[in-house]
């Protein structure tokens, strides 16, 4: 499971010209859901992300996190986030999970969050959504967990 996460100002997703879901202060998710993605990666992810302190303090550094800030987040389903790019010209999008187990999946990362009492709004699962947003900074970070335990925080 791999998450693109940006801290924003604002962020919004709309899908055939309507708005469908939009934030103020908070975090922008982009969540992929690979392969052999399980509900304990999901909780470790939604736990991570809401740990991060990703906000500046009174001193600029970054020292809270979501809750501190009380902010909100705005998930939203990406399947090319686990795109494979290594060979060709074409991406591959092998080792993306199928739409049916990876909803599942993206639910349940929904819901931990919500288990933190963090606002969480949604895209549309599987829709073509225009995301818009104000990523002050920029401050973006990949984090991802392997199915075999590891984590890489880029």
């Not at 879901?21 to 909780?43: F, N, R």
């Not at 740990?51 to 550094?61: G, H, P, T, V």
């Not at 020292?63 to 591959?92: C, D, H």
Request: hydrophobic content about 40%; some cysteine.
């Amino acid at each position: 499971m791999i998450a693109v996460i940006q801290r924003v100002s604002s962020a919004s997703v709309s899908t055939e010209g309507k708005v469908i879901s939009s934030i103020s202060h908070g975090i922008l998710i982009l969540l992929g859901v690979e392969k052999g993605d399980t509900v304990e990666e999901a909780k470790w992810l939604a736990d991570k992300i809401t740990d991060l302190r990703i906000f500046n303090d009174s001193e600029q550094k970054m020292n809270l996190s979501i809750e501190e800030i009380k902010g909100e987040i705005l998930v939203v389903s990406q399947f090319t986030i686990p795109a494979k790019i290594k060979k060709g010209r074409r991406p591959s999008f092998d080792y993306a999970e199928k739409p049916e187990i990876a909803e599942k999946l993206y639910e349940a990362f929904c819901s931990f969050i919500e288990m933190r009492n963090i606002p969480v709004k949604k895209g549309v699962f599987g829709a073509m959504m225009d995301v818009t947003l104000t990523n002050p900074g920029p401050v973006t970070f990949i984090v991802e967990k392997k199915s075999d335990g590891a984590w890489v925080h880029k």
